[in-house]
């Protein structure tokens, strides 16, 4: 058999025997949301002057540029302490919320829970509006309190999605029978219930900084030249000046996200390995 042979035996080896129509659609829609960052990255070792594709040189000036510009930095700063305070009060108050949601049988359960989840059903410019008018009311558009509160509202449905989900596979005996044992209902919830949740309180928890250092519409309608986000600077940059400065941040960001989903699926992977029984 000749080379090509060879090389063609090669290939069919390692190629997998079932190819479904819907694995295809998929390599074929991540490839399209994929393209445009195959554009930029390599845009962000490019000259500082111009956008030029493809960049006809390489280098790390974009990046340095960045990293010593003030106004970028304090942007990037501001994103980072608002997902970090935004993050952590939608944790607490969704997981108070999914554990009480999913443990009780209150009347008017379900339209508490279309109250709580309705963020996600409305557009996020009505959802940005609102809160823009209802934080220049009492006085707080522009503040960072404005957004970290305007981002809480934003996250808590992801984290009561997520977090129900965890619960519902939790075993209720296990808390009735500390009840029986004499364990008040909050020291049930401290000892028993969060230690079993921590996967998905991790997940929430990194979905939740991603969308809120992602944010931009309702960052936009809240902040202020003090207060404004890294996106928001982004969004600005872009129609002012288009820096290239925006093709090292956007590579960044990218990175940064495949992070986060990269850690969010290992702890997903870690949920669904059996545990060994000490005995």
């Known amino acids: 058999m000749d ?18 129509l819907a694995g295809i659609m998929a390599w074929i829609v991540f490839g399209f949301l994929f393209l445009p960052s195959l554009i930029i990255i390599p845009l962000s070792f490019g000259n500082k002057d111009q956008i030029v594709f493809p960049p006809t040189e390489f280098n790390w000036e974009l990046y340095r540029l960045f ?8 942007a990037t700063a501001q994103s980072g302490k ?35 989840l309705s963020p996600l059903l409305i557009p996020g410019v009505v959802m940005a509006l ?8 009492i006085g707080l558009a522009g503040s960072t309190v404005a957004l970290i509160a305007g981002h809480t509202v934003f996250l808590c449905p992801f984290v009561i999605v997520t977090v129900s989900a965890g619960v519902r596979e939790l075993d209720s005996h296990v808390e009735i029978a500390a009840s029986v ?6 020291k049930i919830f401290a000892s028993v219930v969060l230690p079993q949740l921590r996967p998905s309180l991790l997940t929430a928890a990194l979905f939740s900084f991603l969308m809120s250092f992602d944010e931009l519409v309702i960052s936009w309608f809240i902040s202020s030249p003090q207060t404004m986000t ?50």
Do not use: D, H
């Open 130 to 137: 609102g809160l823009y008018s209802y934080f220049a009311v």
């Open 82 to 116: 608002v997902a970090l305070l935004s993050t952590a009060i939608a944790l607490v108050l969704g997981t108070l919320a999914a554990y009480g949601l999913e443990r009780t049988q209150m009347r008017g359960k379900q339209l508490l829970l279309v109250v709580l």
């Open 230 to 279: 890294l996106p928001v600077k982004m969004y600005s940059s872009v129609q002012t000046e288009t820096s290239p400065i925006l093709a090292a941040v956007s590579t960044m960001l990218t990175v940064l996200s495949v992070v986060i989903c990269l850690a969010a699926e290992s702890v997903k992977r870690l949920m669904k390995r059996p545990t060994t029984n000490p005995l």
């Open 3 to 20: 080379n090509a042979g060879k090389s063609t035996m090669t290939i069919w080896k390692w190629m997998p025997r079932k190819v479904s």
């Open 67 to 74: 990293f010593t510009t003030s106004n970028w930095l304090e």
């Open 181 to 186: 044992m004499g364990a008040s209902r909050w």
